[in-house]
């Protein structure tokens, strides 16, 4: 019961986000684009001209919905961390699960911070919070799909969860060097923020649906 209502928390987390953002997208006067804005510059406080790292005008009127949902995000993101923490159908015992769940809930306190400072207004903080998210939370992916998660899941969840881990530290790169390979700026930024969110979704729907299959025993026996 404690891994489905961790499950569930990052369900909700994510899913609240992205409503959100949309809501928040919508409420700018001058058109928000993906390509062109910031993550953060939906929570943004003032309305001000914005020339890091690319020059571009920002307001958002719905600023403080979008910074508690930064928060709710973190929180439910941490939630999960912890309530699936005792799932031998998640995470595999030993040293790289704990590990893995220590860099996803590092993620988790980013975006706590991210909605707490918004760029505009504590900007080391924000940026702390942002690094916590690309760096640390994709580190976990990494580790996770690789060595932290359990044998009963799926081959192509553990690896697809590794793979969003590399794809996402790639894009970080990119970002942090100004090289957006036609994304823009904003887009690559999604592309190093958004696979830690798209995997906490997918992993949730996958156990909230319970798919994980048992360990097979060698004599054809199975775990109960």
Do not use: K
């Not at 943004?44 to 403080?64: F, K, M, T």
């Amino acid at each position: 019961m404690r891994a489905r209502i961790g499950y569930a928390a990052w369900a909700v987390g994510v899913v609240q986000f992205f409503v959100v953002h949309r809501i928040a997208e919508s409420a700018w006067t001058v058109p928000y684009s993906w390509a062109g804005n910031n993550i953060s510059d939906l929570g943004n406080a003032l309305c001000a001209p914005q020339p890091d790292p690319e020059p571009r005008y920002v307001c958002s009127p719905e600023h403080g919905l979008m910074n508690l949902s930064f928060i709710t995000l973190g929180i439910l993101l941490l939630a999960g961390v912890a309530l699936t923490g005792g799932s031998g159908a998640l995470w595999r015992r030993g040293p790289a699960g704990v590990a893995a769940r220590l860099l996803l809930a590092a993620g988790g306190v980013g975006f706590v911070l991210v909605g707490l400072a918004p760029a505009d207004v504590d900007e080391n903080q924000h940026v702390l919070g942002a690094l916590l998210i690309m760096a640390l939370g994709n580190t976990g992916l990494v580790l996770a799909g690789s060595a932290g998660l359990s044998d009963r899941l799926p081959a192509l969840l553990r690896r697809g969860t590794a793979l969003l881990g590399l794809t996402a530290l790639t894009a970080l790169g990119l970002f942090l060097s100004h090289h957006y390979g036609g994304l823009g700026m904003g887009g690559m930024e999604r592309a190093a923020a958004f696979p830690l969110l798209l995997w906490a979704l997918a992993t949730a729907l996958h156990g909230l649906t319970g798919h994980t299959s048992p360990t097979h025993r060698p004599h054809g026996g199975w775990h109960s």
